[in-house]
């Protein structure tokens, strides 16, 4: 009995049936994820959002598996040659790969030299000799030969018989099921350089001479030495096993041969046939099973490394995205630059531009003391509270103004911030950007972005497209669809989770809300603009284009702040307000005495307030959302000190202790932004006294660490530092007391470098690195 897709997702994520089944209908019928793990959680049995993203990708997959089996069922169907036995083979294929292996013996196909022979009449031989090996093959080939036909000789006619096995060898399934699953346990990834490109490929130096196991092999070395390869620096190839020992024979076969050998019950036993069945195994090892086992295990290299790759990617986005607000406070935002000058931008609370300037600081100008005059003058003006400046070049510099202007100005306190500015051009040259500051410059309009990104980074960077936000490992080489469709669903998850005020939100913001389209955020912003604020949530209705589907998917995730319901701050859906108007008959209080009042809300019991719609998972979120109303699940806002005089790499020592915030994290390790230019690498192996399976699960991208500085090479621009601060620095080398993989096996075989990588190695990264990387000394585009 065929299991249905339904269950199969279900036996995965280690639930119901029902509870998967009544997800998908949901998703459906257009609920979003958000939706369903926030209001839906009687139906689905309390699935989570991370849950049902891996059930709504899971769900895509076999539904495209499910219609590529009715593909090729129809086919085979078509050429009248599906039987039961092989109908049910089909029916029993549980991925995609399984199902081409099946189907390849039926698939229509260019002309081969098997179709050939065919038509040459030649199978009965091929037939014959596999079937009796006490034949002697060219004694049987002498009856095929026939010049019409296009067979000259006992060797053609025994060529043509040699090439239908070859192809049935190759076309049989279970046989390519096992030796493909037997070169993954046995084989290893073998990489060189190639001739006269040492000195161009450089930053592949670590694989020049490297070997490893396929179930070693970390997605980031992967990711690395396909990179290398794809720039023709590195040559790759993929070895099914351990070599053959010295004294075997050099005509020897290998294992693989012997299974296929076996597998088709052909030995050599002294037959006329043996040997020249023999030979055929081999040829159709070498000529084709092992040429498909290597575009095989090099996908399924690629695609496990890809995986991993968005993973890291998501993740760092999510940690980004949910990074702790300044808030609304009047803010500076000083965009870095020397040549062309900084660019200033003043906001105030809310987010608007009230001021921009230019000033000339750094060299060549050194218009020190009027930059700080005119920085002084904004501050006042303006009230402003925070001074945000970019970590791009000129960063440092920057930071030395904006510490001047800080302890120079007395009328209040100024509190100097460094942001990550990854992604700020890119919003300045958009299309929103011109439309919601189109009086400002290009270049101006960083300024503002770094700005309002230390009020709530998350409301800035959805304006970026999620790629250009540069927090991942090797972008620009995953797949561009599988990519944007992971990072979609974190940053809706992100902005649903924290909520949006529908009176101040942009358009872009409230695109990533449950439910809402471009189109329609944008009638939400004109109707806004034209009617004035919301007053509650209940005006959304009267928004062009904004349905009942609609408002069941978006009111619980807009917030309307002092409106005329206070239910209306916080995530308690409208649908929900019957429940809330129970609980507040049975306590006898008025609205404004319930909420916020946690003494008395934890003493009420969820299942006497719920109904045959509101279940116990909804009523417990109700009275949890009324003790804090409207809360934030993003962590305080506080900030890194930078040292005083260590301000470029050449001021760095080893033994130093800095504070520092982490810039980016890596399948390897994690960087941080110490205030030199070039962010440090802590490898994984010295982020915990504690073994780390993932660096993710130690920091997150913004959080303020302190770390020891272990060693620095001025040459190539690397720093290595340690988060265990009573590491030797000595015996740490660069990788924090390991010059090994953490947990991990090292390369082994002919040439493998011992523990992989050496231990000032950081590995080869791409571009979605981006300035974290590239201050680390490795190049974006690598």
């Not at 095989?296 to 290299?301: A, T």
Request: hydrophobic letters at 40%; proline letters at 5%.
């Amino acid at each position: 009995m065929t299991t249905s897709i339904d269950q199969r997702i279900a036996d995965e994520l280690g639930v119901t049936e029902r509870q998967v089944s009544a997800a998908i209908g949901l998703l459906d019928d257009g609920a979003t994820v958000p939706f369903v793990a926030r209001y839906r959680k009687e139906a689905t049995g309390g699935l989570d959002d991370a849950q049902l993203r891996t059930l709504e990708e899971r769900l895509r997959y076999l539904r495209e598996l499910e219609e590529r089996r009715a593909v090729i069922l129809e086919s085979i169907r078509s050429q009248g040659k599906l039987d039961e036995a092989l109908e049910a083979r089909i029916n029993g294929a549980d991925s995609k790969a399984r199902l081409e292996d099946i189907y390849l013996p039926y698939k229509p196909k260019r002309r081969t030299k098997a179709q050939i022979a065919r038509e040459s009449g030649l199978e009965p031989l091929a037939d014959s000799l596999f079937a009796d090996p006490g034949l002697d093959p060219r004694a049987a080939a002498e009856g095929y030969v026939d010049a019409e036909q296009g067979v000259s000789d006992t060797t053609a006619a025994l060529e043509g018989a040699r090439a239908i096995l070859v192809e049935r060898i190759t076309e049989d399934a279970d046989l390519i099921q096992m030796l493909r699953e037997r070169m993954w346990r046995r084989g290893r990834l073998v990489a060189r350089v190639r001739e006269g490109k040492e000195e161009s490929g450089a930053k592949f130096a670590d694989y020049f001479d490297y070997t490893q196991p396929f179930t070693d092999l970390p997605s980031h070395r992967v990711l690395a030495m396909f990179r290398g390869e794809k720039e023709e620096v590195l040559a790759l190839t993929l070895e099914p096993e351990e070599p053959p020992e010295a004294e075997a024979a050099p005509d020897a076969p290998n294992g693989f041969e012997r299974a296929i050998a076996a597998h088709f019950g052909i030995a050599n036993n002294g037959r006329p046939a043996d040997a020249w069945l023999l030979d055929t195994v081999r040829w159709a090892w070498r000529t084709r099973v092992s040429v498909r086992l290597d575009i095989d295990l090099r996908m399924r290299l690629w695609q496990a490394a890809e995986d991993e790759g968005v993973r890291v990617f998501a993740g760092n986005l999510r940690d980004l995205l949910l990074a702790a607000p300044a808030g609304s406070r009047p803010t500076i935002g000083l965009d870095p630059g020397l040549r062309t000058g900084v660019k200033v931008a003043v906001v105030d609370a809310t987010g608007k531009v009230v001021a921009t300037d230019t000033i000339y600081p750094h060299a060549p100008q050194r218009r020190w003391e009027e930059a700080l005059a005119t920085l002084e003058r904004l501050a006042r003006d303006h009230a402003v509270e925070l001074v945000a400046f970019g970590n791009g070049t000129a960063s440092r510099e920057t930071d030395r103004l904006a510490a001047d202007l800080v302890a120079r100005f007395t009328e209040r306190t100024l509190s100097k911030v460094m942001v990550n500015e990854a992604g700020a051009s890119v919003y300045s040259a958009s299309a929103y950007a011109s439309q919601e500051l189109p009086e400002l410059d290009v270049s101006l309009r960083g300024a503002v972005s770094i700005a309002r990104r230390l009020q709530d980074p998350l409301a800035e960077l959805v304006k970026i497209d999620p790629k250009s936000i540069g927090v991942g490992q090797y972008q620009h080489d995953l797949s561009e669809t599988k990519l944007s469709r992971s990072l979609d669903g974190v940053v809706e998850d992100c902005v649903n989770a924290v909520g949006v005020d529908v009176n101040t939100a942009s358009a872009p913001l409230l695109t990533r809300v449950s439910g809402i389209s471009s189109g329609l955020a944008q009638n939400i912003v004109d109707h806004r603009d034209t009617h004035g604020p919301f007053r509650s949530r209940g005006g959304l209705r009267d928004v062009p284009r904004l349905g009942p589907k609609a408002f069941e998917q978006c009111a619980g995730f807009l917030r309307v702040r002092g409106g005329e319901d206070p239910l209306d701050t916080s995530s308690v859906h409208p649908e929900s307000y019957p429940v809330v108007r129970r609980i507040l008959e049975a306590t006898d209080r008025d609205i404004s005495a319930l909420i916020g009042n946690d003494t008395l809300l934890r003493t009420l019991d969820p299942a006497d307030f719920v109904d045959d719609t509101f279940g116990v998972p909804t009523v417990t979120d109700i009275l949890n959302e009324l003790e804090k109303p409207g809360r934030d699940p993003r962590p305080e806002f506080r900030t890194a000190s930078f040292r005083e005089g260590v301000e470029k790499l050449d001021d760095l020592e080893p033994g130093m202790i800095l504070e520092g915030v982490i810039s980016n994290v890596a399948a390897f390790g994690a960087f941080v932004d110490v205030g030199v230019h070039q962010d440090g690498l802590v490898h994984v192996s010295a982020m915990s006294k504690r073994f780390v399976n993932d660096p993710r699960d130690v920091v997150k991208p913004g959080e303020i660490v302190r770390v020891k500085v272990l060693d620095v090479d001025t040459t190539r621009k690397r720093v290595s530092l340690t988060m265990r601060l009573d590491d030797d620095v000595e015996a740490g080398g660069g990788r924090g007391g390991s010059r090994e993989d953490q947990g991990g096996r090292t390369g082994k075989g002919r040439g493998a470098k011992k523990g992989g990588p050496s231990g000032k190695d950081r590995e080869p990264t791409g571009g979605a690195m981006a300035d974290a990387l590239r201050r680390a000394g490795l190049d974006r585009d690598l």
